[in-house]
């Protein structure tokens, strides 16, 4: 498959699927004027090198773990990927697993099955100083409430517990402290801006410890803000692929 680079009026935005049921969800709608290609590795789609993604890439979540390379064929080439991207000066955001892959890649560390837990339902993702500003996320950090925490979903139990050197540390939960980050290009976030009730349904019932009513009942009770939350990254992320592609070439 090849994705040439476009420099033009729309921006190509790459995006990465390594399970069936962890899709763009509302980001599809929320991302607007780019042009999107799906690449379904789940399904044997190959993963792209760097020059062929485009404008911008986003590497979506999924079932297996960040090294789970015996399950998941594509993952030494999705880290390859992302490695490249976020020292190429290639926009990006992983989201969940893809912020696990993003920090592998980049030598920061993932631990399977974290000793605190699985992280379920809508946690709330509090700002540091350092989100302040930033070209992604600082308009998401701008909504934060008088503790400094926007609420967003969430659904996992691998967790980074090291960030790679010259990562920046944006945001923490309760449960686990990377819940943001920012290297070179890229970012990753251990949250899920893209989900919508129907998605947190489905995953909550494929968990045996998680209470699917109760997943769905605390989303229903903040969903104004979370949908509002989930937008406002969409969108940053979309204007700065868009502002990045017309940067002029250096020579």
């Given amino acids: 498959m090849t994705l040439p680079f476009s420099g033009g009026p729309r ?19 929320w991302l607007g004027d780019v042009e999107l290609r799906i690449v379904a590795a789940f399904a044997g789609e190959s993963v792209p090198a760097v020059d062929q993604v485009g404008d911008g890439l986003v590497v979506l979540g999924g079932h297996m773990s960040a090294h789970d390379d015996a399950t998941a064929a594509w993952l030494p080439e999705l880290r390859a990927l992302l490695a490249d991207a976020s020292v190429q000066g290639v926009p990006t955001l992983g989201i969940c697993l893809g912020a696990q892959l993003l920090a592998a890649a980049r030598g920061g560390r993932v631990q399977v099955a974290a000793p605190p837990g699985r992280e379920s339902g809508v946690v709330d993702v509090r700002w540091r100083p350092e989100a302040t500003g930033d070209a992604v996320v600082g308009a998401v950090a701008a909504l934060a ?31 686990y402290p990377y819940q943001a980050f920012r290297i070179g290009s890229a970012w990753g976030v251990q949250f899920h801006p893209e989900a919508g009730a129907d998605t947190l349904r489905g995953w909550a019932d494929g968990h045996d410890d998680v ?30 692929v868009r502002a990045t592609a017309q940067e002029p070439v250096s020579a």
């Fill in 145 to 175: 409430d008088a503790r400094h925490s926007t609420p967003q979903p969430s659904m996992h139990a691998d967790a980074v517990v090291d960030l790679p050197r010259g990562a920046v540390w944006l945001a923490s939960s309760a449960m």
């Fill in 11 to 29: 921006p190509v935005v790459t995006v990465i699927q390594s399970s069936p049921d962890v899709s763009l969800d509302r980001f599809g709608e």
């Fill in 211 to 240: 209470d699917t009513d109760a997943v769905l009942a605390a989303y229903a009770a903040r969903q104004g803000e979370v949908e509002t939350v989930g937008r406002t990254l969409a969108e940053s992320f979309a204007a700065h």
